[in-house]
């Protein structure tokens, strides 16, 4: 029960992991059990190397997202990103046809791929009050389709999807995965 509250707990916020490694005794705790993920945790609290957007939607999802995010985040800690890749996109995609879903966005056959449903939300985002979104941020979010459709291009011909002896390579793979949560966890905050 511990370890699913502390899981639960680091799924929330990415800084939880700060604030767990704060409390009295902890990292005294972990160094004597076990000092190579004591020096782990420290260099990722610390941001030393390449730390991964671990936030995940939490007003638009359902359990096929939650599901495939645990799926990526297993495989991430255990194969690395490029056996990852192909969940945080399923991830992505589930969680933009919620967000269409949730907010009354008419999607179709011919519009359910990643950076046309990614449209769809941007429109239907341009359609709302001004909030006092600053414009370069939000064309930021209208160019981001184009990411989406290299996103997609990698999935389908450079991940575990399809049969194919090209996976990405870890950092590339490390990097779309940032993306994607990134863009994923942003529109889940402006819906």
């Known amino acids: ?3 699913s509250a502390i899981e639960s707990t680091l799924a929330r916020d990415a800084d939880n992991l700060s ?3 704060a409390l ?3 990292q005294r ?3 004597n059990a076990n000092t190579e993920l004591f020096n782990e945790i420290k260099d990722i609290v610390n941001q030393n190397g390449q ?3 671990s936030a995940a939607p939490v007003k638009n999802v359902n359990e096929n997202i939650y599901q495939a995010l645990e799926d990526a985040e297993v495989l991430l800690q255990q194969n690395g990103p490029h056996r ?3 969940r945080v996109h399923t991830a992505l995609h589930a969680s933009l046809r919620q967000m269409c879903a949730n907010h009354g966005i008419t999607t179709n056959s011919t519009n359910n791929n990643v950076p046309d449903l990614l449209s769809l939300i941007t429109a239907h985002l341009k ?4 909030d006092g979104r600053n414009e370069d941020v939000f064309k930021m979010l209208k160019s981001s389709a184009a990411i989406l459709h290299g996103i997609n291009n990698l999935r389908n011909n450079y991940s ?3 049969p194919t002896e090209n996976l990405l390579n870890e950092a590339d793979a490390r990097f779309a995965i940032n993306l994607v949560r990134s863009i994923m966890t942003y529109i889940d905050e402006l819906l």
Do not use: C, S, T
């Open 160 to 162: 575990m999807a399809h």
């Open 29 to 31: 705790f972990i160094n």
């Open 1 to 3: 029960m511990a370890i």
């Open 127 to 130: 359609a709302l009050p001004d």
């Open 24 to 26: 009295d005794n902890v």
């Open 84 to 86: 990852a890749y192909d």
């Open 19 to 21: 604030k767990i490694w």
């Open 51 to 53: 730390r991964n957007v």
